[in-house]
């Protein structure tokens, strides 16, 4: 076993886009297993790279969003092997599912939001943080609870050719729904309707969002699920139909420049449309986790529910394959593998 615990740092904020000077490389001892009461110790196997993690290396503010210490390792959704618990619940050996940090090893949590799940036995670590993990689990939520998904109710989906947004988008259809979806390029909009089966795709990148959405959906939107926000978002609501409800899931659009997420134009359309607008985390729905997981089976077993995946392999890769999600350059739900026991199911 190594002595070292290798980790990477927020060395500065970063000024709009992200660049390798925002991160510093360190090795530190492996820490303690002398734990309090509610804690574990890991050793990290993999981490998914989330888009909201760019907001959390942003000044502590007064969103409710968690903000990285300089000089403290990058928070990041992973996978991870228990070396020793004081957790209720958790037992050394156990395979987890949490909010960790790039480094080899860490202490977690066994509280609050930021708990740590099991991973269902019979699904590898990565399938626990990809094809099954948070980025599915948040479509599902999004979509079946906030959303309150009704067949034969028209869906628009921003980011939808990302992890979160496929698959809703798919789950949308599965549940009988009239799809479309807005993504950045012909071939994303071309893989999400002839890979993933949904109605229609919007290209913003060569057209008139708020224009295809009137006519693609004559009737208005009655769920939008939001991954994006900006003129997007306000093409949407432009666009809502009466009782309408839109699912606030990220505002990506934002997060990798230096301004602030942007407010809405016409509230009055909200209130005049009876329209219901709502975030939510996945983790609120922790004690679910199995529910979701159990139906994701199910559903991609049945052919149900097309995956990408884009699995990068390092730990000294970490900063550069997380800035991939800002330029383009990601093909699907982005993982970085750091240990050979990534295959393991149990």
Known sequence: MSTVNRQWLLKRRPAGHLNEGDFEYREAPIPSDDLKPGEILVRNVGFLCAPTMRNWMDPPSKSLYPSIPLGQPIMAPGVARVTASQADGIKAGDRVLGLSSWQDYAVLSGGGLRRPTLIPDGIDFLEGIGRYGLN?????????????????????????????????????????????????????????????????AIDYKSEDVAARIAQLCPAGIDVFYDNVGGEILQAAIDNMAPKGRIVLCGQIASYDTAETAEGLRNMMRLIYGSIRMQGFLCGNYADRFNEAVNNLKAWTAAGKINYREDLRTGFENLPKSFSALFDGSNAGTLLVQIDDSAKETR
Not at 140 to 158: I, N, Q, R, W
Not at 169 to 179: D, E, L, N, R, T
């Open 136 to 200: 599915p689990m948040t479509a599902y939520f999004g979509l079946l609870d906030v959303g309150a998904a009704v067949s034969g109710e028209t869906l628009v989906v921003s980011g939808a050719a990302g992890s979160t947004g496929s698959t809703a988008a798919q789950i949308g259809k599965i549940k009988g729904m009239k799809v479309i979806g807005i993504a950045g390029g012909k071939s994303k909009c071309a893989w999400l309707t002839n890979e993933c089966g949904i109605d229609a």
